[in-house]
């Protein structure tokens, strides 16, 4: 199948409201690399999918959002990537337009978490992952898919980053990195009311998803499997409470279109990001 932007998008020049950027990087892949090719794949799925949400009931259709394409890279540079996405971050921004990022490896989300951090300096972070991405080097890496989070976190106001779905990660990770798991690592409830209501009621947000966040079942097509994941009904219940919410900019991260031969995490994923971009259109 030819592939021709996401979703009904416009091509790169045109006016929109918002901006979907392909970062098709995954330099620091640890298990299972091939998320360099999940941008393309996301835009073949969305062919497959309306621009009508009957979640949220409401509809892309009528709304300008623009295909940028992707990114460059120089290939194994993952501190030149950071750098990149964050240029082309601002170049949104500065065209009046909200950043959407289709990944690639987690670590894409971090230039557009620096460019957002800066332009809002209270921004809160939605980090929705299986695993916590929180360790200070991986492989002796500062910038790194497994440190991600905790690079983030330094852009951030103490107590800005929300996490839900986290249910893999190093001891230190999940118990000492002074991060609340609504979660929890005792039990494995999943509180979403109550990390919703957690974060400042005016704050804007940016919403990083990483589709390992999904149960295995629905979401195969990933470098890091990790079992008990999110369903889809539960990520709609979050949608339904993030509509009414300063959504800012999101990234969707991790598909490795490889593992799954039948493309429904693909779809999956694409679907996803309709639905996030109507919470913020």
């Known amino acids: 199948m030819s592939i021709s932007g996401f ?6 020049g045109s006016r929109g409201e918002a901006a979907l950027i392909g970062v098709p990087f995954d330099g620091t892949a640890s298990f299972r690399a091939g998320a360099r090719f999940g941008p393309d794949a996301i835009r ?28 460059e890279l120089a290939p ?26 289709l990944g690639g490896e987690h670590t894409v989300s971090l230039g557009a978490i620096k460019t957002l951090a800066a332009k809002y300096p209270d921004l809160a972070l939605l ?10 080097d991986y492989l002796g ?3 790194s898919h497994a440190t991600v989070m905790r690079r983030a976190a330094e852009y951030l106001p103490a ?22 798991l609504p979660l929890g690592h005792k039990g494995g409830m999943r509180n979403l009311e109550g990390l919703i209501n957690a974060i400042p009621e005016n704050a804007p947000i940016y919403v990083t998803l ?6 295995p079942s629905l979401m195969p097509g990933v470098g890091n499997p990790e079992p008990d994941g999110v369903t889809y009904r539960e990520f709609i219940q979050l949608v339904r409470s993030l509509v009414w919410r300063k959504v800012v900019g999101f990234d969707v991260v991790e598909l490795a279109p490889q593992y799954d031969p039948t493309g429904v995490s693909a779809i999956v994923a694409a679907s996803a990001i309709r639905e996030l971009m109507l919470c913020m259109l």
């Open 7 to 12: 979703l009904g998008s416009l091509p790169k």
């Open 159 to 180: 107590g800005s980053l929300f996490r839900f779905g986290v249910r893999a990660g190093t001891r230190e990770e999940l118990v000492g990195s002074g991060v609340e």
């Open 141 to 143: 890496e500062k910038i």
């Open 210 to 215: 990483d589709l390992d966040f999904f149960d």
């Open 76 to 101: 194994g540079s993952a501190e030149r990537m950071v750098t990149t996405v964050a240029d082309t971050v601002a170049e949104v921004i500065a065209a009046d337009m909200k950043p959407i990022l």
């Open 44 to 71: 073949v799925g969305s062919q497959s999918i309306e621009t009508y949400s009957p979640f949220i009931d409401r509809d892309l259709e009528g709304r300008d959002y623009v295909d940028w394409g992707d990114l």
């Open 127 to 136: 980090q929705l992952d299986a695993h916590a991405d929180f360790r200070d």
